[in-house]
């Protein structure tokens, strides 16, 4: 069975300081990964995806992750946060030889500090 | 619309109703998924369709959950007797192919309160 932890529910940053909002996962076959953001009343966007090949993916709004198989940690990060960065973020896995259901954590809520 | 629509946007039910939410996928999408956000919590699976076929139903909490997609295109997810541990944010995703790759676009999602 597939799972995902997300490490601080609550996670406060300054206005121009690094975002790292941390992610780990337990699958039995290399997952697909995703972070995906929900604003308040509004439905989840996808931020970015990991699916095959570079353990790099960058996504939109300036945020980046690294898929790191050895350390089974799918990490968010931003070089510089903006106000309107503060949002709820969800880490997620799916199996790819499953049926395309997404697994989600529990969710980092991000606070931005002016 | 071009992204997924889902109505009603709040409903508030006394225990024991019965509620009818809607799903109105992107045009043309095969996958679509329902997820139910508890207060404070991730999404979790409840059913999976594609097209017509409903092929995996493992997330429905009971058997007073039931979701349809007669015509592969908009959805229903129908609880009976409802409770008060149903009350939770229903969310709608749409997928444009079957494959864990692709990106599942979800809906605002139908705030249920259950009295």
């Known amino acids: 069975a597939q799972s995902v932890t997300q490490l601080g529910s609550h996670v406060s940053v300054s206005e121009g300081a690094l975002v790292l909002l941390r992610c780990n996962y337990s699958s039995s076959v290399p997952p697909y990964l995703f972070w995906y953001v929900q604003y308040p009343n509004q439905g989840l966007q996808l931020l970015l995806k990991y699916t095959t090949g570079a353990t790099l993916v960058k996504g939109i709004n300036g945020f980046e992750a690294e898929f790191k198989k050895s350390e089974t940690s799918f990490h968010l990060t931003k070089p510089s946060a903006h106000m309107s960065d503060a949002a709820e973020y969800f880490c997620?896995?799916?199996?790819?030889?499953?049926?395309?259901?997404?697994?989600f954590g529990k969710g980092t809520r991000l606070h931005i500090l002016p | 619309g071009a992204g997924v629509s889902q109505s009603p946007r709040y409903k508030v039910a006394k225990r024991g109703q019965d509620v009818a939410l809607r799903c109105d996928p992107i045009s043309g999408h095969v996958s679509l998924f329902w997820y139910q956000q508890a207060l404070g919590q991730g999404p979790e699976f409840l059913t999976y369709?594609?097209?017509?076929?409903?092929?995996?139903k493992s997330g429905l909490p009971s058997d007073r959950f039931f979701a349809e997609r007669p015509e592969g295109s908009v959805s229903t997810l129908k609880i009976q007797r409802t409770q008060q541990e149903d009350s939770a944010v229903y969310l709608c995703?749409?997928?444009?192919?079957?494959?864990?790759?692709?990106?599942?676009?979800f809906g605002p999602g139908t705030r249920l309160l259950v009295l």
């Open positions: 369709f594609q097209n017509e076929a409903q092929l995996d």
């Open positions: 997620a896995v799916s199996d790819p030889s499953g049926d395309d259901k997404i697994i």
């Open positions: 995703a749409s997928s444009p192919l079957a494959g864990g790759q692709e990106t599942q676009y």
